[in-house]
């Protein structure tokens, strides 16, 4: 399951909380997003589908993220690179 954020680092591992009914899931952000001024985070259909929002389309949420706190993202290998094809 994945998900779209604004601000944090990719990829990240966050946990999404549907505060309407109490579920949560476990995202890893993969793109940007949302361009919706109202929303916080964009998520696949699979990890909407969890959180039990397919119907309404959106929710109020929770994001926390799963990295420790202060932990400096890990250095890019180099046998690996991440590119985004694009962002319209």
């Not at 949302?34 to 990890?47: G, H, M, Q, V």
């Not at 397919?54 to 799963?66: D, F, K, P």
Request: hydrophobic content about 45%; glycine content about 6%.
């Amino acid at each position: 399951m994945t998900g779209a954020h604004p601000t944090l680092p990719l990829p990240t591992w966050v946990q999404v909380t549907n505060l309407q009914n109490g579920r949560s899931v476990v995202v890893r952000l993969n793109a940007r997003g949302p361009f919706s001024s109202n929303r916080i985070i964009d998520l696949s259909r699979a990890a909407a589908e969890q959180l039990d929002m397919v119907r309404t389309g959106t929710a109020m949420v929770e994001v926390q993220s799963l990295a420790s706190a202060g932990a400096a993202p890990a250095p890019p290998r180099a046998d690996r690179f991440y590119a985004q094809a694009g962002a319209f």
